[in-house]
């Protein structure tokens, strides 16, 4: 035979409940069964509601009263077809609300509501809606649980009477019809006979005591969703669903927020080793999760992340503490009394404090019964009174194979200490099952996330990316990014999920993932934004594993660096102005992306998409010292410098280079050679020299005076060079050589220069905008490293960007 228990939602509705009554036929055609209900999806909260406001007097008990019969009449109206079983039923239905109509109406004159009361009064949700379903199922057979579910008072608390139970339950069902229907949560005291209850949640429990005791094959829980999860849905977006847990995990995840089984139901089964199988009654032909005692072929040390929001931390702490025997005791003795329960302990072997986890309502209370406790001792100085610390969350990583498993509390704390989040206290036992840990509750969703990330229970790794700037380079790195998206989820199971987007003047957000078809018009339609704003927002949205990109050439966006390494957050830039900023500013922002074990990114500052930061990156690591470095790092200049002949002369190839996109609007930003200053101070400090823009020794081909004025002057004036540029050229011809404006340091010694190149040297042949640059190092000393390419272009510079991101992807 076998226990099938449906949960409130499964009832709550026509459809589900329709559901229901297919899942249950189905399954009778088969064997023998039970099924447990719970009360009306909602009902149970409301009945105690409708209770509070009778005891305060106020009249509204009637309407709310009056709701729940109206909805269970309409329910009733529209799934009971036959007649003289819808007027069977309505005579039950109605009687126990007249029953219950009498209750609240006392409660409301005597303003009084005892525990005995108000457990009557929760009663008869239950009572309802397992009277409705067992009219629903022609054949089925409703038994009343109170007569075979009882239960005890021990030390005051309401506990099951197990040996009376189960020998009440063996006889009740010594005759199994087809289908018996029964209301789960109710009870009665086994001494008064008084209506009570195996607490919230405890129709659950009352299918494990029945399937234990009667040795089912199996038992069901049918919910409204496919079973547990790997983590909370609502939060991690990845998360899916766990085809087999042992009744240990399961345990572990129910004691800490998963609310999937109520957790005393997994005792009764696992004594019997009977499976407890959890399907979603929405979607019944899902496999959902089974429960058992051994899982095969279980590899993953990690089953799932389960979380406890509304945390207090309460420390326990004083001198006195050390070497003393029983002050644990009194601690959990007292609260106990108390009725205030415990779900996490942290001790540190100092012995001199202990922090205990309660949740957010019972610590007010907690701390006024500790400091009760130990008055005395907090009186004469031996102890400090209680510390309590609200806001906090609490989260756990389940899973058996953890004992197995090395290293697994040093990856979770190195992920969440990358992700910049602190651990407040923590707690293993011995068993290995289950390492728990109180983080700020701002946290919680980040912490979830990259832990679900790094242990691999996502199907996707994700980057989540806040891309600055969308002109050319931005413009092309999104539409790369959109063109891979796909291809990199299946060959690299990477997902690159573009959260933020931003221009110069608006900002868009969505921490699922913006839409990279149509975000221009949604940028335009966005509210107005500036770099403060920005920053805020993303700081805010504490995303895990998430990048800032910069695709703009903006200073008070590079000054936004620092507070984003700050908050563990990567950052990837074409932007030179950071990396070439003062020497103190370019050293903080790399040592704070080391501490905080995040990256700090700028490849596509020199040579667009060619690997040369990161190839002087790799000599150096691998012990080898940059000695010379040789560059001609400007695609403008050595466009204008291959143009310039006989035919077109030297204004004419600085408006051309304007004309096809190589320059700036402003060409005189290439030609003072300030762009290639700032590159060259990038390689110098890259390559370990202490270097500032102001050490760089500038010999200029263009006098200082073509500088002065606006644009249109200069634009005016450059004709006056043509003549002397010719006269040079000529001469350059007749020897065969060529001008090349090149970038050199040696031994930390920096100079930029206009340099004729004779037909020999590898500079020579360079054409259109490309870069070229020779690295001379210990081991590259008689014949230099040479690397060569495209060194500008929307396409390349945004392909060298990607390049970055997805070195922080470990791709």
Excluded at 570 to 597: D, P
Aim: net charge negative; glycine share 8%.
């Amino acid at each position: 035979m076998k226990v099938m228990k449906f949960g409130g939602t499964s009832v709550g509705s026509v459809e589900s409940i329709l559901s229901l009554k297919s899942i249950v036929e189905k399954e009778a055609k088969k064997q023998s069964i039970i099924v447990v209900v719970s009360a009306l999806g909602g009902i149970t909260d409301q009945l105690i509601a409708t209770s509070q406001l009778a005891l305060n007097g106020n009249e509204e008990w009637k309407t709310e009263y009056e709701k729940m019969m109206e909805r269970h009449h309409k329910l009733i109206d529209t799934i009971i077809t036959d007649r003289d079983d819808r007027e069977k039923l309505f005579s039950i239905v109605d009687s126990l609300f007249e029953q219950l109509q009498s209750i609240y109406y006392g409660v409301f004159l005597i303003h009084d509501l005892s525990k005995k009361t108000q457990d009557t009064i929760v009663s008869y949700g239950e009572r309802l809606s397992s009277n409705i379903v067992a009219t629903l199922i022609r054949g089925a057979k409703w038994f009343d649980s109170r007569e075979f579910i009882k239960t005890e008072e021990i030390q005051g608390k309401r506990s099951l009477d197990s040996e009376l139970t189960n020998q009440l339950v063996v006889e009740t069902f010594k005759e199994l019809p087809r289908i018996s229907l029964v209301p789960g949560f109710i009870a009665k005291d086994r001494e008064s006979g008084d209506i009570t209850n195996l607490g919230r949640g405890g129709s659950d429990y009352t299918a494990s005591i029945l399937a234990a005791a009667l040795n089912a094959e199996v038992l069901e829980i049918w919910t409204d969703v496919d079973g547990f999860m790997t983590a909370d849905p609502h939060v991690i977006k990845s998360a899916y669903t766990i085809n087999e847990l042992s009744y240990t995990e399961a345990m572990e995840l129910c004691n800490f927020g998963a609310k999937v089984i109520y957790p005393p139901t997994i005792y009764p089964v696992c004594v019997k080793d009977i499976p407890v199988r959890v399907k979603n009654t929405f979607n019944p032909d899902n496999e959902g999760t089974v429960i058992k005692n051994k899982i095969a072929n279980d590899q993953k040390p990690i089953k799932g992340i389960s979380s406890i929001k509304d945390t207090t931390l309460i420390t326990v702490t004083g001198l006195s503490m050390v070497g003393v025997v029983g002050v644990n005791r009194r601690i959990f003795t007292s609260l106990a009394d108390n009725g205030i329960s415990v779900f996490l302990v942290s001790q540190a072997s100092s012995e001199n404090n202990t922090s205990i986890g309660v949740k957010d309502e019972d610590a007010a209370k907690a701390v006024r019964v500790l400091n009760e406790e130990f008055k005395l001792e907090i009186e004469d100085g031996r102890m400090f009174p209680m510390i309590a610390e609200s806001g906090l969350a609490t989260v756990a990583i389940v899973g058996e194979n953890m004992k197995h498993a090395p290293g697994v509390a040093g990856k979770l704390f190195g992920t969440l200490g990358r992700s910049g989040i602190s651990v407040i206290a923590c707690a293993q036992g011995a068993a290995e099952t289950n390492i728990s840990f109180v983080v700020e509750g701002q946290s919680l969703r980040k912490a979830l996330n990259v832990l679900h990330d790094s242990f691999f229970l996502s199907e996707y790794k994700v980057l989540n990316l806040f891309i600055c700037g969308v002109g050319t380079v931005g413009g092309k790195l999104i539409e790369q990014i959109k063109n891979q998206y796909e291809e990199l989820k299946e060959r690299s199971n990477l997902k690159l999920n573009v959260v933020g987007i931003a221009s110069s003047k608006h900002a868009i957000f969505n921490r699922d993932g913006l839409d990279l078809e149509n975000f221009h018009e949604e940028l335009e339609k966005s509210e107005p934004s500036t770099p403060e704003i920005l920053r805020d927002k993303i700081l805010s949205m504490n995303i895990f594993n998430a990048v800032f990109v910069d695709c703009t050439a903006a200073e008070n966006v590079a000054e936004l660096y620092h507070s984003f390494l700050e908050h563990n957050i990567s950052v990837v830039t074409a932007n030179k102005i950071a990396a070439s900023s003062k020497f103190a500013n370019y050293k903080n922002l790399k040592s704070t992306a080391l501490q905080r074990g995040v990256k700090f990114l700028f490849e596509t500052n020199v040579g667009a998409g060619l690997p040369i930061i990161g190839t002087i990156n790799d000599l150096r690591i691998s012990g080898d010292r940059i000695q010379k470095i040789e560059a001609v790092l400007s695609g403008t200049l050595n466009f204008i410098f291959n143009e310039v002949d006989a035919g077109v002369p030297f204004s004419q190839t600085v408006k051309h280079a304007k004309e096809q996109g190589y320059s700036e609007p402003d060409p005189r930003i290439d030609l003072s050679g300030k762009d290639v200053i700032r590159k060259l101070v990038i390689l110098a400090r890259e390559a370990g020299y202490c270097v500032e823009q102001e050490d760089v020794e500038k010999q200029l081909f263009v006098p200082n005076e073509f500088f002065e004025g606006s644009v249109d002057e200069f634009w005016l004036k450059l004709p006056e060079l043509d003549e002397e540029f010719e006269k040079k050229r000529q001469m350059l011809a007749k020897d065969n050589k060529r001008w090349r404006f090149v970038a050199t340091m040696e031994h930390g010694n920096t100079k930029v220069a206009l340099q004729e190149v004779a037909a020999s040297h590898p500079f020579y042949n360079l054409a259109g905008s490309n870069n070229i640059i020779l690295l001379t190092t210990e081991r590259y000393k008689e014949y230099p490293m040479l690397i060569q390419g495209y060194g500008a272009g929307a396409s390349v510079t945004a392909a060298g960007v990607f390049s970055n991101i997805m070195s922080i992807a470990n791709i």
